[in-house]
């Protein structure tokens, strides 16, 4: 399975390296490199290299490159899929996955890889599991081991790895016991010249935040569970009660976690919140471009959008935009032709708009490309399918817990061709 | 001294910094280099230790050799300090390879941590033993994997089949060895050890499908259970198998598909032949009948498309693709079409084989074709690779919305897509006749395009179009030839090359000029445009040789002086064939015939065409190259192997049973004389094994008869009391007899006694509140109890073996009772082999009263309803039962020793159960 891991950073360096079979040279990394040189972009470099003798898998997160080396055949998803694994637990014990951040917890980092492999075979992936294992870093943790000279390693054995939950460890204890649930959608489009939709789908999840007493047994029932179309589930959720009755039953881990992604089926229509009015035109044998954007809601059942973000790619012989935003504030940067204008809210009496020209080379042809017009925004309480949480219970446990629901509207793909 | 004043300083140092320091320093003191480390593993503070230790392996991480330290650091092998201990094995078992010898002073430590009471322990030390790639430890490494499989705990049992491929690929010659290890874990009922054998199986022993076996049904249905690692590889594995042993679900259709087919260089008697003998086999064949256990497997694994996991959706993707009926295939789909929405990375695997897949069935992704559609931000290769799934998605319905993306495709920024998507709609225009004219029509406007890349893309795409028809087309030839003034790409000035050269009967008058100009420039073109010049120069001799004859002499002089071979090869070949000479050949005859041959229209096909015969979702299957270690997807079998071969054993017939049991209850008779010895004892165990499977069929009867009285006697709890009852007294006990109508129900007694003046009326239980899976058989309704009378019921409760409580009010009183009596919950007495178990272990000291045997036992069994095991040493008492609902075994041993001090050991799949049991015994006991 997976041979040996090297971390390498945006410039090329390999600063961490782990091998869990016998030992094989850096220089294998030689032939991600080229790789690398060869792809303009570094998401293009091709997350499955081959070479002579080995296999390079590589996935990109926060502008590190992590290059899994394989010998012998394995599913590459497997491979990809673990390496994310091992980001997301990074990210799990320090905050963040980056390069600073590994080299400064690099005993905790070796530590922990040491423990979620053996023999290249996955072992212990369960963030729960490898917490009772190995202490996160805290500031509090550190100052106090550096005084006492205690360590990170916990000192009893994890049990968890035995249990029939190995997502929950055993002995939780809060004073306050509270369980959130966050209904996140993100609306995917591509809408056309003219405004017209394309293609618009509707993909959700739900996180939540649980931390409760004991071993709480929670169960989740929706309004209208008929609109999710395609499911995926945390390991803790019971699949025959969801097959049957269409109610999420669950011992919940403890802490974050992503309990359900759905997607809404395609037969409902979806409401598309906002609409864009747009006019980028480049006259033939001038130096000028016209560039005018509106933007205006639409459909968003009385909530407001905010966060709204503009972002677009012009085309290459564009030199320079000077334009004047009605909202916001935006800027374009000349070497990598990118504009982007960070809207704020849109008010419905005072439409967001901007406007103004842009300049190009002089002598050279209009450009043949269209720039494509990239939307995020947010929209507070609104699960734009529809989607309801009818109730929440729980049983195992005395207490009454404080429960929340919150709903959100994201743009995820969003995009406008002109 | 520098070290000492070195190290102090080090400290105060940020890493970075250290780091800078550390190499000025390493090269002034080269010869002490680590020797303040060697000084802090030598001391005897763990926290210098573990400063060292830290030290050691951020240098390791960093990839700097530190082998030299070896000898310092492998003596803190057996250091207490547990991070310590963990850092020195990851040094160990980076360098033990190349310090073989010093690597071996380590065993001893862990030999002595396989003996470890604690399972985790156990497994630890395995797992580093395992680790270490040294040669001499073999025979070690062997004995401790075979004892190791048979351990009690699923964990360490787990480690030793992640320890056989390391073993196998330390020594080879061990693999028949270790394939009986397989074997034996494989019988493994336990989720846990089930990914990591298989991974063994798949890394040691592929091909011994015979293991499998036996064995299949139960991987089938533990697999949802499984970890996701592990779900990925039995799947795939599952997969191969399933290829071996059942038959194809799309025989029927699959002969009706390939008829249609046309193969290439078939002449049409063959087909006729291969017709009659495909009908002949139709009729032959019988009704399809899938087997069960193929049913069982696809069944099984639907769920597991809802994975969070995408390497195990992707596992059940391909087993449907693989095995499934045609009209069940299509549910992959969706699953296949949610992963696109993850990580760049996954989708580029994750459209590798969907590009695969809608070749062969196009119509399970068609109604997501949207899906598919491309966003300006995607990066170019998932662009590239969902360009090829919408083109293999085109058909006559959708081509034209799929036409009218491409359209918007062609403007995009990124050249190298817009390349693709002349390709692609290239590619629609050959596979659909309908729109064939309009492509064309499409491309040629591009061909006015200002960015070079997307003419020289059209013209090479228009080339391939125009040799489907080129009668029609002699103005788009025309105009190609004009621009050969202005392309620079070889590629496309080859194919307009060559076009004018094929066609030049219908450009009779360009054509010529075109040579002359390209004589002109022959000298400065690439290798394939020469090719092509002296092509086109050749083809003009034979039709047009009026005109032409100079300039093709001219051509082919310049070419029998070029620095490439090839081109020289090429002059000196064609100038043979068209000049006719004395000495040339009978073939200049037929020269013309040779060049201007009709010439089969090029087919555009997908890359992606026979990828499936690798298995989906492989290393193979992605580089369409085989990756080693690959096991070839077998070909479905003619006619289905053996089906019984998956047969577990069955029981014996009813009647052996029986005779069994009898025995088994003169057994329990005698059970309190000790003289049974050991081997006697372990016969038992199988035989009350046996027993275990038929109670599940819970026959009333038979269990009746296995009822034996507790020992000791029964011991009742107040429920409520009689002043707080306003008069009404309810106690109850275990009665620890079997609730006849549910075996899995605990029989709990309740006595209400009504101590008031008056009569009590409808006493029965109300809304009881159970936590989920709990069950409650109620008592029938006690209509009056009359003053100063009582009365007893029984009812039934399922605890499911949980420690929770069971809730419930009794009418009329309005008060919430708790039961809090589920330690006590076990029934039957059992004496079973011990599965993976958890150990709880507790020194007590004996109370007063407990001065020999018999008082131990009675006091144990009347905590728990447990029974006596006869063992031979009389220093120990062993006990047996297992819970009501869910059968887990308990094993309670109490070894006493001197001076009333003893051991209380208590074995129980459960732990929380366990941690119960431990306390309640040590209470009864120490009283």
Known sequence: ?418 | MIHLIMDTFLRYLKEREQEQLVKILSFMFYIFRHDDLKEMLDSNKDSLKLEAMKRIVAMIARGKNTSDLFPAVVKNVACKNIEVKKLVYVYLVRYAEEQQDLALLSISTFQRGLKDPNQLIRASALRVLSSIRVTIIVPIMMLAIKEAASDMSPYVRKTAAHAIPKLHSLDPEQKDQLIEVIEKLLADKTTLVAGSVVMAFEEVCPDRIDLIHKNYRKLCNLLIDVEEWGQVVIINMLTRYARTQFLNPNINESLLEDSSEKAFYASDDEEDEDKKAEAAALVKRKPYVMDPDHRLLLRNTKPLLQSRNAAVVMAVAQLYFHLAPKAEVGIIAKALVRLMRSHSEVQYVVLQNVATMTIKRRGMFEPYLKSFYIRSTDPTQIKILKLEVLTNLANETNISTILREFQTYIKSMDKDFVAASIQAIGRCATNIGEVRDTCLNGLVQLLSNRDELVVAESVVVIKKLLQMQPEQHSDIIKHMAKLIDNIQVPMARASILWLIGEYCEHVPKIAPDVLRKMAKTFTNEEDIVKLQIINLAAKLYLTNSKQTKLLTQYVLNLAKYDQNYDIRDRARFIRQLIVPTDKSGALSKYAKKLFLALKPAPVLESPFKDRDHFQLGSLSHLLNAKAGGYQELPEWPESAPDPSVRNVEVKDSVCARRTVLTGKAVKNQKSSSESESESESSESEDESEEESEEESESDTNIRKKKTIAPSGSIKMYELLHRITGEGLAVEYCFSRQPFSPDPNMVAVQIQFTNNTNSETKNLHIEEPRLQSGMRIREFAEIEVLAAGESVTVVMGIDFCDSTQAANFQLKDLKFSLAFNLTKRCFLSLFTGKLMGMNEISEKLTLGEKCVNEHVIVERVTATANLSRVPCGSDKECRFAGKTVSSGCLVLVTVTTKEGGRAQLTVNCEKMVIGTMLVKDIMQALSQ
């Not at chain 1, 690099?106 to 040491?114: A, H, R």
């Not at chain 1, 994890?158 to 190995?166: D, E, H, Y």
């Not at chain 1, 103004?356 to 507070?380: C, H, R, V």
Request: aromatic fraction near 10%.
């Open chain 1, 1 to 418: 399975m997976i041979h040996s891991l090297f971390l390498v950073n945006a410039s090329g360096d390999i600063f961490l390296e782990k091998h869990w079979k016998s030992v094989v040279s850096r220089s294998v990394c030689d032939y991600f490199f080229e790789a690398v040189e060869r792809a303009t972009e570094p998401e293009n470099v091709p997350p499955v290299i081959p070479t002579p003798h080995h296999c390079l898998i590589n996935v990109l997160r926060q502008r590190v490159y992590f290059v899994a080396v394989i010998q012998s055949e394995v599913p590459p998803l497997f491979v990809i899929e673990f390496l994310h694994r091992v980001v997301d637990t990074f990210q799990d014990y320090f905050g963040v996955c980056t390069e600073a951040a590994v080299k400064d917890n690099v005993v905790v980092v070796y530590e922990l890889l040491e423990e979620m492999l053996d023999n290249g075979f996955p072992l212990a992936t369960e963030s729960n599991i490898l917490k009772e294992l190995i202490k996160p870093p805290t500031i509090l943790r550190t100052v106090v081991n550096t005084i006492t000279g205690s360590t990170n390693v916990g000192e009893q054995l994890p049990t968890g790895q035995l249990s029939v939950v190995p997502w929950r460890r055993t002995g939780v204890k809060y004073t306050n016991n509270e369980a959130y649930f966050d209904v996140v959608e993100e609306i995917d489009a591509i809408i056309d010249k003219s405004g017209s939709t394309i293609t618009a789908e509707i993909q959700g999840v739900i996180d939540a935040c649980v931390k409760l007493t004991g071993m709480p047994d929670l169960t989740l029932s929706f309004m209208n569970p008929r609109l999710l179309d395609d499911v995926s589930f945390h390991p803790c959720v019971r699949f025959k009660r969801w097959e049957a009755e269409r109610i999420l039953s669950f011992v919940p881990p403890d802490g974050n976690f992503r309990l359900l992604s759905y997607h809404v089926s395609s037969q409902n229509l979806v409401a598309i919140p906002v609409y864009v009015k747009h006019n980028i035109s480049f006259r033939e044998g001038s130096s000028q471009g016209r560039f005018e954007l509106t933007l205006g809601p639409k459909q968003t059942m009385g909530k407001a959008v905010e966060s709204v973000l503009v972002s677009s790619q012009l085309p290459r012989g564009v030199l320079n935009a000077n334009l004047s935003p009605s909202q916001g504030t935006y800027t374009f940067d000349p070497v990598t032709k990118l504009l982007s204008w960070d809207v704020g809210k849109i008010n419905p009496q005072k439409l967001p708009s901007l406007k103004g020209s842009m300049s190009l080379q002089t002598g050279a042809s209009k450009p043949d490309e269209n720039p494509t017009i990239n939307l995020q925004f947010k929209i507070q309480q609104l699960a734009v399918s529809g989607l309801k949480v009818n109730r929440l219970d729980m049983y195992g446990e005395k207490y009454k817990p404080f429960k929340g629901i919150k709903y959100m509207t994201k743009a995820g793909k969003f995009q406008v061709r002109t």
